[in-house]
T-cell receptor, first 108, second 112 residues
Framework: TQLLEQSPQFLSIQEGENLTVYCNSS?????LQWYRQEPGEGPVLLVT?????EVKKLKRLTFQFGDARKDSSLHITAAQPGDTGLYLC????????FGKGTRLSVIA | NAGVTQTPKFQVLKTGQSMTLQCAQD?????MYWYRQDPGMGLRLIYY???????DKGEVPNGYNVSRLNKREFSLRLESAAPSQTSVYFC???????????FGPGTRLLVL
């Protein structure tokens, strides 16, 4: 069974701080996705990474796929209250494998 | 495009009552999914339909049934609701099975 472990589970930071959240597995994934879920809504896809070592940037968010395609990280620079939400990683599979998420709270 | 729509948004049931949650997508996606989300448990897959005409059990199928009515619609039925089924239910769809998914806004269900 493929599993994705996300850490930390919870993170509370002040506006303007930087942070990194992690998504780790013992399995290799052909691709990995990151979703953000805001309170009261469904998850929304942020990015898909496909190639080992790949780095993608989305404004202040930087996503990296590990060289061995077993892990990924999400780095947020200068966090803002609008970044608050649940961040989920998901690995391609039959079906898609979701981690349990990191709940981020950015305090103004 | 509306994306993925779910009805109802909220529902309160008594133990033993039945109901059907509706889901529709207008993106011509092949695969559709039903998840439940509970605090600390993450998203758990209930049932999925890899393509029109097929359905399969996910991680937590007990107490639920599904119907892939056509390519657009995938419904989830609770035949005899139990308090343990109190949850937020999400429908999702994707162009290809096992890859990117697009989620609906969710149905919040309370079973008393």
């Amino acid at each position: 069974t493929q599993l994705l472990e996300q850490s930390p589970q919870f993170l509370s930071i002040q506006e303007g701080e930087n942070l990194t959240v992690y998504c780790n597995s013992s399995s290799v994934f052909s691709s990995l996705q990151w979703y953000r879920q805001e309170p009261g809504e469904g998850p929304v896809l942020l990015v898909t990474v496909v190639t080992g070592g790949e780095v993608k940037k989305l404004k202040r968010l930087t996503f990296q796929f590990g060289d061995a395609r077993k892990d990924s990280s999400l780095h947020i620079t200068a966090a803002q209250p609008g970044d608050t939400g649940l961040y989920l990683c998901a690995g391609a599979g039959t079906p898609l494998v979701f981690g349990k998420g990191t709940r981020l709270s950015v305090i103004a | 495009n509306a994306g993925v729509t779910q009805t109802p948004k909220f529902q309160v049931l008594k133990t033993g009552q039945s109901m059907t949650l509706q889901c529709a997508q207008d993106m011509n996606h092949n695969s559709m999914y039903w998840y439940r989300q509970d605090p600390g448990m993450g998203l758990r897959l209930i049932y999925y339909s890899a393509s029109e005409g097929t359905t399969d059990k996910g991680e937590v199928p007990n107490g639920y049934n599904v119907s892939r009515l056509n390519k657009r619609e995938f419904s989830l039925r609770l035949e005899s609701a139990a308090p343990s089924q109190t949850s937020v239910y999400f429908c999702a769809s994707g162009p290809f099975f096992g890859e990117t998914q697009y989620f609906g806004p969710g149905t919040r269900l309370l079973v008393l």
